[in-house]
């Protein structure tokens, strides 16, 4: 190529870099037009050097090979007078650092590659390494080569979305301390980022969790200060296999963070110089290590001794809504979209995978207390609350919420307290209304909420902090754990990666705009950049903001405390004899529990029907066995038969066969009830259960022979007349949950001793539970008696609770996509109107996408429940999908969802291409200037234009088509700068919708201005409406959707849309917004 065709390749180039070239006519994405900036920069310095090597002076010859001299460096000349970059002066670092200074203008976000004989340039943010090019045949750069025959050249098959506000955007630990965690000459810090952050190693020094085995985690490295990488290649190993070697993505393709708020600040994420990549939650365990590599040839490892990984953990959420005496709350977001809701709430906890299931609404009609009493109508209760009320404690938590704990835990019965067995993390959610008569005489439905704690959580509803932080309670955390320095987000606590949403959580709370330190409790908080508040732990306040979750990022500190806390706990483990399993944390290993008075299952995570209520053993208290619970996911277990002395429990199931169940034959709390609780294999149709208890408990035997050993008629409490007593008189005292007997030494005493103990007032005779069980091998069921206690026939119920969800190792995330409603499934849908593609464009980025419409083009973010538009080509119809998996192949073309997207529906469903009589302009004008009107378009275009549209700038373009007959027809381009003839029959065709000629335009205007009645009627057709609506009517309801006309007194007549179905009045048309809550504001005549 010679010089005089290169200068007027470049001079091509930059002419057209007009001011105007960047205008929304413009053809290419702004991606694009940078590379193309970029190739003119090359091609101009080219230029230069070859003006420099016609004059000898700039020209040092060496062993008869030709150099270049320019700005401090030699270049190689080929025969063709263009420079080369080899290592033949002084090695392949000279000639990096020669191509680096030829082309000295190329500065971050733009990346050079030497390659020899030529360079590889591409931009950090929408373009790929040069080994991406070769590896996956990623092409997005700029190259000089000079044996190519256009000498420079662009690629833009793959470029991905230019976002100039990342470019501006601040890079949250760059200007932190950078820890080595590598072994070999490259160095760098990784981090690990899942619910929140960890490093590889020490991290309870630094007050961070460790690394949750077995669930999908962010891979951050972040090089020296000092070093600038230009990729990064990473080898991962599991257990010395080699299982793949890939490209981590460019620091400028790091996740967006999930800011919520947007004002004047410059965004922020989490690293502006880090390298990333996604590792699939089954590579994430003991065994994993890591070899890293840059371009330059340095190489650095993190072997598997030097990563510390934490407990896979699963929690088990069980939910149940409960109305006492009044009907249930009704079903929360977390009910309504358990995956969605799920999936989100996950993002929160250092877990490997947990399970939410549902139990059917229960509603009790007749409630029985613990302590016999029975309530039909309401309860009496001083101050019934959020926080109060004694069926709040008696019966949705003790009773339902631990009782479901229980019965999972294979307990079948209790005592009447708060207790639960806690054989394996499981968190009971409850919502539940009581009706109360209050201390002022009102009877009233009251919301219980605001607790957790004890393996239950008892919410108003299922978003926002309440959710975590009684999860957090329930999970061992207080409030302001650490108090106030560690329960607010900082510098070091730690962000989060959201597998589900495929953002960064960040730490910041974008609604805290501050202007330096500012106060939280007794601290000041230096805020980021001076004007960015942090977040607040859910333990201690909750302050967030998100885009994409409903629930706030614990700090590093909390996260670390309730990895500790699962650590402590057993999982269950159907491979295990005893049904149990203990993480060991040396060898990062889950290990078999050996021994264990737990049961272990005979089915897990099965459809059961919980049966729970209260018994006396006493026979005193009235006892209820409750209509039965039905859940989705449940335990069941081989319950131990009775033994005399024990109440027990028969259930008679659908083929008449029957099962004992042994319960506690004593009463456990003092003059309360004991509970009952288990679960029954709802496959095996249960169809009744009938408590009884024996005639003379055990306890009333060894009552009445200790007290006729000891000569007594009856026990004596503490504190009896005085503090005075006899000689041999017996006491009772209730302590730890155990009956204590004690034999009076003097006739004066003080307190008693400590427990087993005597001294010189008491004589210690021991525990009564201790002696009920001694005396246990001696009687048989036949000498005590039988009673029945209460029975209960279980009504016929078909109805079964919504399917339980696993979120986590790989499950969750596509039944949350699956979730989402279909355009048919939404209920205000078919009750709206567009008459433009792009509002329905708008309506389907604001309902499924937080504003943002991906069209694989300009924008195309990868994460699971991205919205897409797609023009099928097949069906000519404008299609809709989510995103179910990152690696999603192409769109389906039949109307269906597949493994990689689901439909949601097609534009031509809703919006309707005939024009709207309301707001076409009937004035005297042409139908050009009518139509850029209509469609807010500051032109038509021609058919010649039909390339120079995007998909950013004018998609959905209305286009005219003058004919022979000087007649004008109109079109909309389906897709952006592609187009084959306009059709010539009137109607559609794969890449033209057509809308009108003017005969048909001016045939409707003429009908529009006949008179008020027909363009009333053309209204009601365009709008699908009978008839107009009357203000007033039905006691001012109506549909939404529906059509009301006012007659102004300005003369004219207005129309409104409804937007409720109750209304008041019409907002005057005269107003600067005519439109309000009830109505929206469409047109007048």
Not at 15 to 24: D, E, K, L, R
Not at 215 to 243: C, F, H, Q, W
Not at 414 to 432: E, F, K, L, T
Not at 682 to 707: F, G, K, M, Y
Request: proline fraction near 4%; glycine fraction near 8%.
């Amino acid at each position: 190529m010679n010089i005089k065709r290169i200068a007027v390749a470049v001079s091509a180039l930059l002419c057209g870099y007009s001011t105007a070239s960047f205008a929304a006519s413009s053809t290419q994405t702004e991606s694009v037009q940078q590379l193309e900036q970029m190739k003119a920069k090359v091609l101009q310095r080219i230029i230069e050097t070859k003006k420099l090597i016609e004059d000898p002076t700039n020209i040092e010859i060496r062993n008869g090979q030709r150099f270049l001299k320019y700005n401090g460096y030699l270049y190689a000349l080929t025969t063709s007078n263009l420079p080369s970059f080899m290592p033949f002066v002084d090695g392949f670092d000279y000639a990096d650092r020669s191509a680096e200074a030829m082309f000295d203008f190329i500065q971050a976000p733009w990346k050079l590659v030497n390659q020899m004989d030529g360079v590889y340039i591409y931009n950090d943010q929408f373009g790929y390494t040069y080994l991406e090019q070769w590896d996956k045949d990623k092409q997005c750069n700029v190259q000089y080569l000079v044996g190519d025959k256009d000498l420079v050249s662009t690629a833009t098959k793959d470029c991905l979305p230019y976002n100039a506000d990342l470019i501006e955007a601040y890079g949250f630990i760059d200007e932190q301390p950078i820890v080595n965690h590598l072994s070999g000459d490259f160095a760098a810090q990784i981090r690990f980022i899942q619910n929140q952050t960890a490093e590889p190693f020490g991290n309870d020094e630094k007050q961070q969790q460790r690394i949750v085995s077995q669930r999908e985690a962010l891979l951050v490295l972040t090089p020296m200060l000092n070093d600038e990488p230009k990729s990064i290649e990473l080898k991962i190993y599991k257990d010395g296999v080699l299982l793949e070697t890939r490209q981590m993505t460019n620091p400028l393709q790091i996740l967006e963070s999930d800011r919520a708020k947007q004002d004047d600040r410059k965004d922020v994420v989490y690293s502006k110089r880090s390298f990333t990549t996604v590792l699939p939650w089954n590579w994430v365990e003991q065994g994993l290590s890591l070899e890293f590599a840059t371009y330059s040839g340095l190489s650095g490892e993190l072997t598997a001794d030097r990563i510390d990984f934490a407990a896979p953990a699963h929690l088990d959420l069980p939910m149940i809504r409960i109305g006492m005496l009044t009907e249930p709350p009704a079903a929360k977001a977390l009910e309504l979209k358990t995956a969605h809701y799920g999936s989100e709430l996950f993002q929160r906890f250092p877990l490997a995978s947990m399970t939410i299931s549902n139990y059917l609404p229960i509603k009790l009609d007749k409630v029985v207390m613990s302590n016999g009493d029975i309530k039909t109508e309401y309860s009496d209760y001083a101050s019934p609350g959020i926080h109060s009320g004694d069926m709040r404690e008696d019966i949705t938590k003790s009773l339902i919420q631990l009782g479901i704990a229980n019965a999972n835990y294979g307990v079948a019965s209790s005592g009447a307290s708060q207790w639960q067995a806690d054989n394996y993390p499981a968190i009971v959610i409850g919502h539940s209304i009581g009706r109360y008569k209050n201390d002022k005489g009102e009877v009233g439905n009251y919301t219980h909420g605001l607790s957790g704690g004890n393996g239950m959580v008892l919410l108003a509803d299922t978003t926002g902090n309440e959710v975590t932080h009684e999860i957090g309670h329930a999970l061992s955390m207080g409030h302001y754990p650490g108090g106030y320095a560690n329960a607010t987000h900082g510098a070091t606590t730690g962000w989060g990666y959201d597998a589900y949403r495929g953002y960064m959580a960040d730490n910041l709370n974008w609604w805290s705009n501050v202007d330096g330190e500012y106060g939280y409790g007794d601290i000041m908080v230096t805020p980021y950049k001076t004007h960015y508040g942090y977040g607040t732990d859910p333990m201690g306040g909750g302050g967030f903001d998100s885009s994409t979750s409903s629930y706030p990022l614990f700090t590093g500190y909390s996260s670390k405390r309730i990895q500790h806390y699962l650590e402590s706990k057993d999982y269950l483990d159907a491979t295990s004899v005893s049904g149990y399993s203990h993480w060991n944390a040396v060898t990062q290993q889950f290990e078999a529990v050996a021994t264990t008075t737990k049961l272990k299952p005979v089915q897990q995570g099965t459809d059961v029907m919980t049966v729970v209520g209260f018994y006396d053993p006493q026979l005193t208290n009235t006892s209820y066995i409750y209509p039965a619970l039905y859940g989705s996911s449940g335990n069941v277990y081989d319950l131990p038969q009775p033994v005399a002395g024990q109440c027990w429990a028969t259930v008679t199931y659908g083929d008449n066969s029957q099962q004992l169940i042994g319960l506690e034959g004593v009463r456990k709390n003092g003059g309360l009830s004991n509970k009952l609780h288990f679960n029954l294999a709802r496959e095996r149709n249960p169809q009744a259960v009938t408590v009884e208890c024996p005639q003379t408990s055990l306890e009333t035997i060894v009552r009445n022979e200790l007290l006729a050993h000891y000569g007594q008629d009856r026990f004596y409490a503490w504190g009896e007349n005085n503090r005075w007593g006899d000689v041999g008189d017996v006491f009772e005292y209730h302590r730890n949950g155990r009956v204590e007997l004690f034999a009076l030494k003097s006739q004066n005493y003080w307190y008693f001793p400590e427990s087993g103990n005597s001294n010189h007032q008491w004589a210690f005779i021991g525990y009564l539970d201790q002696m009920i069980a001694e005396k246990q091998p001696t009687v048989n069921f036949d000498e005590l008696g039988r009673v029945v206690v209460d029975s209960r026939t279980f009504a016929i119920n078909t109805e079964y609770p919504a399917k339980a969800v696993t979120i986590g190792k790989g499950k969750g995330y596509d039944l949350a996509i699956e979730s989402q409603p279909l355009f048919t499934e939404q209920s205000d849908l078919a009750q709206l109107d567009f008459e433009t593609i792009n509002q329905f464009d708008q309506w389907v980025a604001d309902r499924y996408g937080k504003g943002e419409l991906n069209n694989g083009v300009t924008h195309k973010r990868k994460r699971a429940g991205a919205v897409y538009v797609h023009s099928n080509t097949e069906l000519n119809t404008r299609d809709y999908f989510l995103m179910k998996t990152v690696t999603a192949a192409a769109f389906p073309t039949d109307h269906r969802s597949n493994n990689d997207w689901k439909y949601l529906g097609s534009a031509e469903s809703y919006v309707n291409f005939d024009f709207n009589p309301l707001k076409l302009n009937r004035q005297n004008l042409s139908n050009v200037e009518r139509l850029k009107n209509y469609f807010e378009q500051s032109a038509l275009l021609t058919w010649d234009q039909r390339t120079t549209t995007t998909w950013d700038t004018s998609s959905s373009a209305v286009f005219i088509n003058p004919t022979a007959e000087g007649i004008n027809e109109y079109f909309i381009q389906r897709i952006p700068a592609q187009g084959g003839e306009f059709p010539t029959n009137k109607a559609s065709n794969r890449d033209w919708i057509y809308l009108a000629d003017d005969n048909s335009v001016n045939q409707l205007v003429l009908e529009m201005g006949t008179n008020q009645t027909v363009f009333e009627q053309l209204v009601l057709d365009w709008y699908k409406q009978d008839n107009f609506g009357n203000w007033g009517d039905n006691g001012q309801r109506g549909n939404v959707g529906d059509i009301y006309d006012y007659y102004f007194h300005d003369g004219k007549t207005h129309y409104y849309r409804l937007k409720t179905t109750g209304y008041g009045y019409f907002p005057w048309p005269s107003e600067q917004d005519p439109s309000n809550g009830n109505w929206q504001y469409i047109g007048h005549y």
